[in-house]
């Protein structure tokens, strides 16, 4: 016999099963990873101490390799996880070779995933500028780097932003950014393989790349004598004789009358009349002895002075003031001069100019904890990019969105401890009733005889309902018979009769 125990460790290892299933596929990486030469960075995080990544001196927050609390992970994925809020992070690494912007595609990709909501902090990835010098363990909020991509939020201003940056996700399950950049100057903004924003890098961030032209003189100040007042108080408008500024807003309404039954002199509360003092009641030690104060039921309509409901004083016309007229000499909206910018400059081609990057950082303050980020990839190819997120991203996605996609296995998975639970409480069921007979039968053959008389009881339903439709045909034709009679000719009304008692056989 099968005990419950051992069917719910069989459920465990069908859910355990599953997990190494995609973590199979997931162990394909190295070996398939090493196919795109389009790879300049890649980083999976397998190694528990992930070693070539260093905390920057500075920062109270601490990464870690592992998992976050999320319920559904693949068996042996990892990632590097900010585990505490209301913490500064600053984690980096150096390539091995500086990434140089040729002519040539450039693709930045990365999974991250909230296991908490994000209200505040940061989830983007710094790759920071070559040439400078740079260690991981003296990354600084303003160590320079070359692009920061990723979702922000309560982020500052002092940054190149999208002027229209595509949504955060946040529903706890691991998302793919990808971020292409073309020699054309020209970008493309990817979120789960799907295109999500897309622009150019001359027209579409704010500020621009290209500072403007003209600026305002900051020497330049408003002459005294500027009017930029539009309108004025008409000054010949005179108050008009009738204008009554005494009138109040809201009166008494003159045609309401006190209700019937309302009482003047009563109070709306009143000690219980009905009270009683009880037996054991002692002054000394209890006090002078209070009745409860209850509601007066001769006020169900009201008591105290009656006073009649406010209503909109139709007199009332308030403080007069003069109306507004067109200002004669109103100049207009005062701005500055302009003066050229001494800091202009044009670049027509930003991406060729682009700084060599020489790091990733991840470098943000956050308020959640348990942001996780994992399979960061630098590349040439969007193509491999995107590719390769079938064997990673991909994976992890249909991985975790299993329970809302598939049906009986879904709530298996959204339903385990139920499950198991009912599971046992089933079979400890059956061993009783077995035990209190002196038999342990076989929890297959149980099973097998249940799916039996399920069908059986099905069937049976199936013929009730066929019986119960022959005899609605048989009613309804014999209805119909019955109604061609009566249509009929006066002198065969008997034999039709008759004929109308016989019930027609099933089509």
Known sequence: MVTSMGLACRLLAIFAAVGRMYAEETSEYESIISRFESVAFYEPFDD???PRWSNAAGYDGKYMIGNGSSQLQIEGEQGLILPEPAKRYG??????????????????????????????????????????????????DSTPYTIMFGPDKCGNSNKHHLKNPPGIMQDRETHLYTLALRRNNTFGI???????????????????????????????????????????????????????????????????????GWVDDAALQIP????????DWDDEEDGQFQPLIIDNPACKVGCGEWKPPQIPNPLYKGKWSAPMIPNPEYKGEWVPRQIENVGYFEEKDPYSHLP?????????WTMQGEIEFDNI???????????????????????????????????????LIAVIGTAFIGLATIYCICCARGTQPDVDQVIAEQVIRA???????????????????????????????IEGEEDKEGKEDEDSDEIPPLS
């Open 190 to 260: 990817f979120i789960d393989t799907k295109l999500a924003a897309k622009g150019s890098l001359l027209s579409d961030f704010e500020p621009p790349i290209n500072p403007p032209k003209y600026i305002n003189d900051p020497a330049d100040t408003k002459p005294l004598d500027w009017v930029d007042e539009k309108e004025i108080p008409d000054p010949d408008a005179e108050k008009p004789k009738d204008w009554d500024e005494t009138q109040s807003q809201m009166i008494p309404d003159p045609k309401a009358t006190k209700p019937e």
């Open 356 to 364: 060599p990057i020489a790091g990733v950082g991840i470098e943000v």
């Open 272 to 279: 219980d009349p009905g009270a009683v003092r009880p037996a």
């Open 91 to 140: 984690v980096s690494t150096l390539l091995e070779n500086e990434f140089y912007f040729q002519n040539q595609e450039f693709v930045f990709q990365y999974e991250v995933r909230l296991h908490q909501f994000l209200q505040c902090g940061g989830a983007y990835v710094k790759l920071l500028r070559g040439g400078e010098g740079f260690s991981p363990e003296s990354l600084t």
């Open 48 to 50: 528990s101490e992930a």
């Open 455 to 485: 069908k059986r009881e099905h069937k049976a339903k199936i013929d009730r309902l066929k019986a119960e439709l022959r005899k609605i045909e048989e009613m309804e034709k014999k209805q119909a018979g019955a109604d061609g009679n």
């Open 377 to 415: 990839w630098m590349g040439t190819s969007l193509d491999h990019a995107l590719e390769f997120s079938t064997l990673s991203w991909k994976v992890k996605h249909d991985f975790e969105t299993f329970d809302k996609n598939q049906g009986f296995y879904g709530f298996i998975f959204k339903n």
